[in-house]
């Protein structure tokens, strides 16, 4: 028998426990300054994430060099897994696990912000461009879930959504991308 009801109920909860967090609302609030300070130097949010967080990464890409709240000149943002060709021929050739980091070393420079999503904080695709972002001294911020993984000690802000449930971690890091791209947009054009 299905609990629809209980899905809901579990999604629910985890929100009251990120609303309760301070610690993690603290790293939201910081999460939002470094960007807008990237932006604000002539830097770069690039997102990336795998599956599902790929499609999570895309969109809060798309929501901050689109239009979030309103009309607005585009801000730089990237999601680097959208390039297929690209994508497919460094997993060819050097493997998956360089899809990102490779083009981090291309694209990016000391200005700008990677921001990833992984649930567990140990995808390998990920750590990999966190490792060239680190070397590249571009800032960092992971969005994980309760476990955080090894992102946790190359992170410069770790988001970590209190669950082991990939689904209800996934809703919460739309959540929190939601909140990071309305106080980006808000800060940087604060006269709309």
């Known amino acids: 028998m299905m609990n629809i009801q209980q899905k809901i109920k579990e999604s629910i909860e985890l929100k009251?426990?990120?609303?309760?967090?301070?610690?993690?609302?603290?790293?939201?609030?910081?999460?939002?300054?470094?960007?807008?300070?990237?932006?604000?130097?002539?830097?770069?949010?690039?997102?990336?994430?795998?599956?599902?967080?790929?499609?999570?990464?895309?969109?809060?890409?798309?929501?901050?060099?689109?239009?979030?709240?309103?009309?607005?000149?585009?801000?730089?943002?990237?999601?680097?897994?959208?390039?297929?060709?690209y994508l497919t021929a460094v997993a060819n050739d050097y493997g998956y696990?360089?899809?990102?980091?490779?083009?981090?070393?291309?694209?990016?420079?000391?200005?700008?912000?990677?921001?990833?999503?992984?649930t567990s904080g140990n995808s390998e695709s990920?750590?990999?461009?966190?490792?060239?972002?680190?070397?590249?001294?571009?800032?960092?911020?992971?969005?994980?879930?309760?476990s955080v993984g090894k992102l946790k000690d190359i992170s410069d802000i770790i988001l970590n959504v209190p669950s082991s449930d990939t689904p209800r971690i996934q809703e919460a890091h739309i959540l929190i991308g939601h909140i990071l791209c309305e106080y980006i947009e808000s800060a940087i054009f604060s006269n709309k």
Do not use: W
């Open 97 to 118: 696990n360089h899809i990102f980091s490779r083009l981090l070393e291309g694209n990016g420079k000391k200005s700008d912000v990677l921001i990833g999503l992984s």
């Open 16 to 85: 009251e426990k990120l609303l309760s967090d301070t610690l993690l609302l603290k790293r939201i609030a910081d999460s939002i300054d470094m960007c807008v300070q990237s932006l604000q130097s002539g830097g770069c949010i690039f997102f990336c994430g795998n599956g599902g967080s790929a499609a999570d990464a895309q969109h809060l890409a798309a929501e901050l060099s689109g239009r979030f709240y309103f009309d607005r000149p585009p801000l730089r943002t990237e999601a680097l897994h959208c390039n297929t060709s």
């Open 126 to 146: 990920i750590i990999n461009a966190f490792l060239s972002a680190k070397n590249k001294e571009i800032k960092t911020i992971a969005l994980t879930g309760a």
